[in-house]
Nanobody, 120 residues
Framework: VQLQASGGGLVQAGDSLRLSCAAS????VGWFRQAPGKGRTFVAA????????YYADSVKGRFTISRDNAENTVYLQMNNLKPEDTALYYCAASFARGGAAVTPSGYNFWGQGTQVTVSS
């Protein structure tokens, strides 16, 4: 399983970014983030068939996870970004077929991170 995350950048508060996670197949995918000095925390996840999506409370209403299975790509649309969203964002994949995990331990495969920096 190969994962390639992209789309991070430096933006101002209130701006939007779209992260992409290109996978080598069709998997349940989760996005996690890690701020300096902190642990890796859940952001959003989507089942392999897109029937189920999950969000952390801190991003509900601002972030949207979606997927294009024809392209084996999962997107994380991030709107109304806040300085506290600043972190290294990782996508992760699992073979789960009943949904998608909301903890890092639920994923077997991880991509490299993409940095998101939101200035105030």
């Amino acid at each position: 399983v190969q994962l390639q995350a992209s789309g991070g950048g430096l933006v101002q508060a209130g701006d939007s970014l779209r992260l992409s996670c290109a996978a080598s197949g069709r998997y349940a995918v989760g996005w996690f983030r890690q701020a300096p000095g902190k642990g890796r925390t859940f952001v959003a996840a989507i089942s392999w068939n897109a029937f189920s999506t999950y969000y952390a409370d801190s991003v509900k209403g601002r972030f949207t996870i979606s997927r294009d299975n024809a392209e084996n790509t999962v997107y994380l649309q991030m709107n109304n970004l806040k300085p506290e969203d600043t972190a290294l964002y990782y996508c992760a994949a699992s073979f789960a077929r009943g949904g998608a995990a909301v903890t890092p331990s639920g994923y077997n495969f991880w991509g490299q991170g993409t940095q998101v920096t939101v200035s105030s």
